[in-house]
């Protein structure tokens, strides 16, 4: 038996079961669609360097970058890799890492049901030797390369290290040429049998597709004597509110400056509806008072300090959370001057009520529209389930957001005291 | 799917209709052909200009906030190099009225009626448009120009594509060049858009949950575009014979090498013999199934991308890696013992049917996305195929191996590509 969750506003159901060895499996039937997605995700990612196996006593710490190894090293088998039986299949198949989500995925038109069991069937199937380890290593090396070139990439983690003292989420995702040099099968093994487990895992499927054949083949790939997995006690420092240092500079080949400016939030250890309300809180803050309809962008804009590459929102997972407003400038010094006196002058005039809704509507359009592309519902899925939240969610709780939220957060956000500042230079 | 209903409206105006309820959205787009002539820097900086205001909504912030009202409706403008042509195009996305929950109608109408404002009624003082807004677009032009350098991957394809089409209007910059910018004043640049608006032809594109007959009745009130003689586009140029191949290494302050390789596929979109090349490409560097990826990064670990693409209006195919400086030569072997593999038809059954499979999952997917079907069926418009997806599909399945090694054997490198420290 399935569980349904319905959205009227929506007009999607979604159909929920949960196998007895933890593994939670969700269904979302889009009628008419040639595409199908299917989404395999654990709560693992570059954060959970430190933690306890359960059933140990020591905690254990690896090497950064090891959970984007573990999803490059799943691709291959004793028998070749998998890209090979998709290929025979038509299907695509991916994976990302991130700070707290390996996912695998597959989008096909075809031959779906084969190759969903393929993917439930490689994810639980290890298999790392000395040599296909050390392998590898060559291939992330030039991944890790080609994002020391990107920069924006780099003014993202500059900025990261100089917002957070302790917590990994300053580490760079795939490691760096050195930590990855330290990995090897054994530590692999480890990591996997400690975050692969079903009960830390979760399958979301999109398309026209018949949910109880689904829920079948995968019930099917376990075996029964699989027993939930108790706790993984991860460990994460605790993080202070105030900053590492208020600005962070590096030279690339760049035209102009392109910057990152971060707000570090009061850490908090919240989940559920209660930390997707605080991420929407947050968002319209910065679209109110940053964001293309504000007073602010419309005065950067025709200074020719900001351009349309400016963006602006927040992050934030449990434990962490941050503005981030970016882009490129010509003048850093002077931007920078700008939004620290609008952030002085902050006032309710600033923040009107009329905006803040004018804004729900937007932030309720955009989710809507997400739902036309189901690769975007897959992600968007894995996403709020790492949070501890449902997908269907989001209408509630942005309808749910008062204005007094709203209020009440920003002054908390915007304090200089927690501003940083990255700037990638140019060379010359 | 359905396909798309064509109704012409005279003046040089097709309105192509997909009536659909399986988006939550409506989908518009306005798209003016030109030809990538001399005034294409002209042709790049009108969208910044145009998305600047218009009467009623003369700032940014009045038309953001018209939008965030509309339930987040996207709004752009903008340009594309599609072949020796740019487009401009005016698009729009609306939330469809039966999703949006306190029953607000007649969204989807407004936006029509938004558009053809932004289009006809821009911010104009004297005989131009207002100068403040061009030049501070013309500033924001030259930096995104030169901003081409901020990502290596896309700056060393296009340096390629720049030096192996040198002399042809295809190696213009879809976003123009910095040498034309002083050049352009307000007045100069609103001559230029209104003889866009008079003489180009223009297809508009709507996809969603509308009434084909009831919408071209709501476009042809509220468009009140001022037509003239209409401009036939020229075909785009496909140099096909006398070719020596180059060799160009620019330096940067990098990490990590770009190789990109160009050559000539002889092959128009409307030939016959694009369904090959399209396998053949695939073969290639199609994705993980492909000869590069398990060559180049698999047995190699040279990269950790390794590509082939096309550009089908142009008649080119790129090839791309990111590798280490010191492997450029045994990167260009390899590259070119898996095209020599091709032309003497050593593709495995495995590689031909994945092939296949993977570029026909992709036409299908096109389906989904309602920006992705406007953009194949103006991919129809600009090369003159009338080809549904399904035609193509059915196309691609009945290739067989010797077609794609004849084909390859009509590919001819141009030039390499090697951006480096």
Not at chain 1, 11 to 16: C, P
Not at chain 2, 72 to 88: M, N, P, S, T, Y
Request: hydrophobic share 35%.
């Amino acid at each position: 038996m399935s569980n349904v969750i319905k959205n009227d506003i929506l007009h999607e159901i979604m159909y929920f079961k949960e196998l007895k060895n933890g593994l939670e499996i969700y269904v979302l039937p889009k009628k008419g669609y040639s595409k199908q997605v299917a989404i395999y995700a654990t709560k693992y990612g570059s954060n959970d360097i430190s933690f306890i196996v359960p059933g140990e006593q020591k905690p254990t710490t690896v090497p950064c970058g090891i959970a984007h190894f573990l999803e490059h090293k799943l691709f291959e088998e004793e028998d070749g890799n998998i890209f090979d039986k998709y290929a025979k299949l038509g299907a695509h198949p991916n994976a990302f890492t991130n700070f707290n989500t390996t996912a695998y995925y597959f989008t096909c038109t075809d031959n779906f049901y084969e190759s969903l069991d393929i993917l439930v069937g490689f994810v639980g199937r290890p298999y790392f030797t000395d040599e296909n380890v050390e392998k590898e290593k060559g291939i992330i090396k030039q991944e890790i390369l080609m994002y020391e070139d990107d920069p924006n990439w780099k003014v993202f983690f500059n900025m990261l290290r100089a917002l957070y003292k302790v917590h990994p989420v300053r580490n760079d995702i795939a490691g760096t040429v050195e930590s990855i040099e330290e990995i090897d099968r054994e530590l692999l093994y480890k990591c996997y049998n400690t975050f692969y487990h079903p009960s830390n895992m979760v399958l979301f499927v999109a398309g026209d597709v018949d949910k109880d054949r689904i829920f079948e083949i995968v019930e099917d790939k376990f075996d029964d004597s699989i027993k939930r997995q108790s706790e993984i006690k991860r460990i994460y420092p605790d993080e202070p509110r105030d900053v590492v240092k208020r600005e962070i500079k590096q030279k690339m080949a760049v035209s102009r400056p392109l910057f990152a400016i971060g707000f570090k939030d009061t850490p908090l250890d919240i989940g559920g509806k209660k930390l997707l309300k605080r991420i929407i809180v947050n968002d319209i803050i910065a679209d109110m008072f940053i964001g293309p309809s504000s007073n602010l962008y419309t005065e950067l804009y025709e200074e020719g300090l900001v351009d349309d590459s400016f963006s602006s929102g927040y992050e934030g997972e449990k434990g962490y959370g941050h503005i981030v407003m970016s882009g490129e400038t010509s003048d850093v010094e002077t931007l920078l001057k700008k939004i620290k006196e609008a952030i002085k002058n902050i006032d309710d005039n600033t923040f009107d009520e009329e905006r803040f809704l004018q804004i729900k509507k937007k932030k309720i359009g955009q989710y809507i529209r997400s739902f036309n592309y189901i690769e975007n519902i897959a992600y968007m899925f894995v996403n709020f389930f790492v949070k501890e939240a449902n997908l269907f969610d989001y209408i509630e709780v942005v309808e749910d957001i008062k204005y007094t939220d709203i209020q009440d957060q920003i002054y908390n956000i915007f304090d200089e005291d927690v501003m940083v500042v990255s700037v990638i230079e140019p060379l010359k | 799917m359905r396909e798309f209903e064509k109704m012409n409206i005279g003046q040089g105006i097709d309105l192509y209709v997909l009536p659909t309820d399986k988006f939550k959205t409506v989908s518009i787009s306005y798209c003016f052909h030109r030809d990538l002539d001399e005034y294409y820097t002209y042709n790049a900086l009108v969208p910044a200009v145009i998305r600047r205001g218009c009467e009623g909504y003369e700032t940014i912030q009045d038309i953001e906030s018209y939008l965030e009202r509309q339930y987040g409706a996207i709004f752009d403008v903008g340009i594309q190099k599609k072949g020796e042509r740019h487009i401009l195009r005016f698009s729009m996305d609306i939330v469809n009225d039966n999703y949006i929950p306190n029953g607000d109608t007649a969204v989807v109408a407004q936006a029509f009626y938004f558009l053809n404002r932004i289009i006809t009624k821009p911010v104009v003082e004297g005989r131009g448009f207002k100068a403040e807004y061009v030049e501070q677009e013309k500033e924001n032009l030259r930096n995104r120009i030169e901003g081409l350098i901020n990502d290596k991957m896309a700056y060393s394809i296009e340096r390629c594509i720049q030096l192996m089409c040198e002399g042809e209007k295809y190696s213009r910059y879809v976003y123009g060049s910095v040498d034309d910018i002083d050049a352009i004043d307000n007045v100069n640049l609103y001559d230029v858009y209104r003889d866009i608006l008079a003489t180009s032809p223009l297809d508009i594109f709507v996809i969603g949950d509308v009434d084909s007959l009831k919408l071209k009745t709501i476009l042809e009130n509220s468009l009140d575009v001022k037509r003239g003689a209409i401009k036939t586009i020229p075909e785009t140029v496909i140099k096909k014979v006398g070719i020596k191949p180059r060799e160009y290494v620019e330096r940067m302050n990098i990490t990590q090498g770009k190789l990109n390789m160009g050559f000539r596929t002889n092959i128009l979109y409307t030939e016959d013999d694009y369904y090959p090349l399209m396998v053949c490409s695939s073969v290639l560097g199609g994705g993980p199934h492909s000869k590069l990826f398990i060559n180049v990064r698999e047995k190699s670990s040279l990269a950790y991308y390794a590509f082939s693409q096309l550009e089908k209006f142009k008649g080119l195919m790129l090839v791309g890696a990111g590798i280490d400086f010191d492997n450029y030569d045994q990167t260009i072997k390899i590259v070119n013992k898996q095209l020599e593999d091709i032309r003497e038809g050593i593709i495995s059954d495995k590689e031909l049917d994945a092939s296949k499979k993977s570029i026909i999952t992709a036409l299908k997917g096109i389906k989904d996305q309602p920006g992705q079907i406007i953009d194949y069926y103006l991919g129809n418009v600009i090369s003159g195929s009338r080809k549904t997806i399904d035609e193509v599909i059915e196309s691609v399945n009945v290739v067989e191996r010797e077609d794609v090694a004849r084909v390859c054997n009509k590919i001819k490198l141009d030039t390499i590509y090697f951006l480096r420290n």
